[in-house]
Nanobody
Framework: QVQLVESGGGLVQTGVSLKLACAAS????????MGWYRQAPGKGRELVAA???????SYADSVKGRFAISRDNAENTVYLQMNSLKPDDTAVYYC?????????????????WGRGTQVTVSS
């Protein structure tokens, strides 16, 4: 099995920075992409940032220039550095991983979600 463990959320004031981390563990053959989604109260889940196996990244327009996604391939961990936080960033942040599970002899694609970590930005 595969687990995604998120950390780093919290309650902060406007303008402060936070760094989220998501560590993937288990029978991972390779990582196709990892990313962060968020869901604010009463809203749908939206993509915040993603990083692919080749290193390319993508961001929601609302976080461009403020957030940065990075990864540690050796630790199967993805990070989200969030700077200049705003109240509109308040949400539960979910880690997402698009993985190949198994071994070199047999592997298959599967997407996993973390349980989420709360980020609250007060004005």
């Amino acid at each position: 099995q595969v687990q995604l463990v998120e950390s780093g959320g919290g309650l902060v004031q406007t303008g402060v920075s936070l760094k989220l981390a998501c560590a993937a563990s288990g029978s991972i053959f390779s990582i196709t992409a990892m990313g962060w989604y968020r869901q604010a109260p009463g809203k749908g889940r939206e993509l915040v940032a993603a990083i692919r196996s080749g290193g390319s990244t993508s961001y929601a327009d609302s976080v461009k220039g403020r957030f940065a996604i990075s990864r540690d391939n050796a630790e199967n961990t993805v990070y989200l550095q969030m700077n200049s936080l705003k109240p509109d960033d308040t949400a539960v942040y979910y880690c997402n991983a698009d993985l190949k599970i198994g071994t070199v002899l047999y592997n298959y694609n599967k997407v996993y979600w973390g349980r989420g970590t709360q980020v609250t930005v007060s004005s």
